[in-house]
């Protein structure tokens, strides 16, 4: 199925942030978020942002707000550092540039991951707002990156017209 594209007719940005300290050192290509960009590209956002960081929760902190704050991105999607390992900070890096929280969204992907396997509830992954910027958690693996966009991709359009004060009502 084709995912919904924007009625307003606007392209909106996408942020694309990868969490992996083998990547960041060079020791593994980032097929995560090389997928993000592919999908998001195909279903009409134009990629504003790319970058490979390490699991480091200051820097991931210091990229989503300088996405945020400079409106760089309409939407920014991180993969990875959402499971249960020691280095995995991304669910509380992102909580804490936080000014709102969508819920739903992380409920939605868990939902949905766990007709597939139980160890989708084992994700940490968090969906925030800052400013009028929209971020969501996604996992590492490619894999369960497509699985979960795949879930959340068609109401993407909306909660970002609907954010960037371009959309209308979601009442029926």
Same mark, same amino acid.
Do not use: Q
């Given at each position: 199925?084709?995912?919904?594209? &924007? ?7 996408? *942020? ?37 960081? &390490? ?35 991304? &669910? ?11 819920? *739903? ?33 996604? &996992? ?33």
């Amino acid at each position: 199925m084709a995912p919904n594209k &924007p009625t307003s007719g606007k392209r909106y940005r996408v *942020g694309i942030i990868t969490l992996s300290d083998k990547g960041a050192r060079g020791e593994r290509e980032d097929a995560s978020g090389a997928l993000i960009k592919e999908m998001m590209s195909g279903a009409g956002y134009d990629i504003e942002s790319y970058c490979l960081l &390490p699991d480091e929760k200051e820097l991931l902190k210091g990229e989503l707000r300088r996405l945020a704050d400079n409106a760089l991105a309409d939407l920014v999607l991180t993969t990875g550092g959402t499971g249960f390992s020691p280095r995995d900070w991304t &669910p509380e890096a992102t909580l804490e540039v936080a000014e709102r929280f969508v819920p *739903g969204i992380p409920e939605a992907m868990r939902a949905g991951g766990m007709a597939i396997t139980k160890r989708a509830m084992l994700s940490r992954a968090v969906s925030v707002i800052r400013g009028k910027t929209l971020i969501i958690n996604l &996992p590492g693996s490619p894999k369960a990156v497509r699985e979960n966009l795949e879930f959340i991709i068609d109401v993407l359009p909306h909660a970002l017209e609907i954010l960037s004060g371009e959309g209308g009502e979601c009442a029926r």
